[in-house]
């Protein structure tokens, strides 16, 4: 492959790299990164999004849902906008590039325009959205399901681990909790998300960058299985209620059915026991389930099984089983015509244009209920993510970058 890479691009990749760096440095927990939604962190993170903006000459705010906005006007005021970005929260313990990677390429492509004065016949809006990751409570995409005009109506009432309302959060962060479910970007003709890959096609495929065809579903799940709790020494193994040992052999059950269907996967992400004593059974388990497919009806079959195994399971085991849904997603088709804009862009890089699906959720699906939308993949190493050892190299960092602003450019907003 000949890259047809500008000096100028090269510099714009290797200034988004350093401010992807800075931006780690907005972290609740010192020595690693952890930028929950509506955090201290996550606001410090915000304001400095918002500073930057203003460096460009782009005036940014922070909306009702506690997304970070901002506007580089076409040359016609009120013109359709074309929305780049993705989210600046992060789950705990997290590399740099998740989210931040698309939020700041976003502002650096509007910096870019704004160096020049070039007006496009669409305005660009940029966001940094709030809460993808639902890493703090339990709902997910609340930032950019609130610009679609689709906020969950119970979010608001929900409690961190802390006691901390949603709502209360919310406000302190900036936001506006009594406006947030009215809000809805009725201005945006399409959007586009920059994000890395997740995975590892692209590394095993040699290529720098892929357009994602397709976001699988997702469904994610709340179990509790209440059972007695009761002394570890005198109460006998067969009288026994134990609510971890019926989740212990439910997270096998669910295993073994993700493992007899391809391209479906099940993660137990999160386990809770109470009361937590090394020398009491245990009365109550609590768990996530987090279940994706690219078929829906796939999914749903999936679910009705784990549903049916996890009620079976818990007879047997004379606990009783309750079931939330906390989340729900439909797979998601890219816009066409993002996606052959995308691959002009690329292949004007000299690179091949890699179709691929994102078996990670995102923004880009609850923007795509309401407008066009579709998704530019960056190769990260090992497909590691959720993790400090995510990384991306600077020349993949510059070509996404690349990409993404020749595809502005070149976009027509229908």
Not at 81 to 110: E, K, P, Q
Not at 211 to 223: D, F, H, K
Not at 277 to 290: E, L
Request: charged share 20%; proline share 4%.
């Amino acid at each position: 492959m000949t890259l047809s890479l500008s000096d100028a691009e090269r510099a714009a990749g290797a200034r988004l790299m350093a401010r992807l760096d800075a931006f780690a440095a907005f972290t609740d927990e010192p020595g690693r990164l952890t930028r929950l939604s509506l955090s201290p962190a996550h606001k410090r993170a915000a304001a400095a999004f918002i500073g930057w903006c203003a460096e460009a000459g782009v005036a940014a705010r922070i909306d009702a849902a506690g997304n970070v906005v901002a506007r580089w006007e076409g040359r016609t005021a009120g013109a359709p906008a074309l929305m780049l970005g993705s989210h600046i929260d992060t789950v705990r313990d997290a590399g740099r590039y998740d989210g931040n990677y698309g939020a700041l390429a976003a502002l650096a492509v509007v910096e870019e325009l704004a160096a020049r004065g070039e007006r496009l016949d669409h305005a660009v809006e940029i966001v940094a959205f709030g809460d993808e990751e639902g890493a703090r409570y339990r709902t997910t995409l609340t930032g950019s399901r609130a610009l679609a005009g689709d906020y969950p109506e119970d979010a608001l009432g929900q409690k961190d681990a802390s006691g901390v309302l949603m709502r209360d959060a919310l406000a302190a962060f900036g936001g506006d909790p009594n406006r947030v479910t009215t809000l809805r970007a009725d201005h945006v003709a399409a959007f586009v998300e920059a994000h890395i890959e997740q995975g590892p096609v692209l590394e095993a495929d040699g290529l720098p960058l892929g357009i994602v065809s397709a976001i699988n579903g997702a469904t994610r799940l709340e179990v509790g299985l209440d059972g007695v709790a009761g002394h570890a020494g005198t109460t006998p193994m067969l009288l026994r209620r134990d609510a971890f040992a019926a989740a212990a052999e439910i997270a096998l059950a669910i295993e073994r059915r993700a493992r007899t269907e391809a391209d479906l996967v099940a993660t137990i992400g999160r386990m809770e026991v109470w009361p937590g004593a090394a020398n009491v059974i245990p009365g109550h388990a609590q768990f996530s389930v987090d279940l994706r497919a690219p078929l829906d009806a796939r999914r749903e079959a999936a679910f009705a099984g784990i549903r049916a195994s996890i009620d079976a399971i818990a007879r047997q085991r004379g606990v009783t089983a309750t079931v939330a849904i906390i989340h729900e997603a439909a797979a998601f088709t890219c816009d066409p015509r993002i996606v052959a804009g995308l691959t002009k862009a690329i292949e004007s890089l000299g690179l091949p244009a890699r179709l691929l699906p994102s078996g990670a959720g995102h923004d880009t699906m609850a923007i795509g209920r309401f407008r066009p939308a579709g998704m530019l993949f960056v190769r990260c190493k090992g497909g590691i993510s959720h993790n400090p050892l995510e990384s991306i190299t600077l020349e993949d960092c510059a070509l996404g970058l690349a990409a993404l602003s020749r595809f502005v450019r070149a976009f027509e907003v229908a």
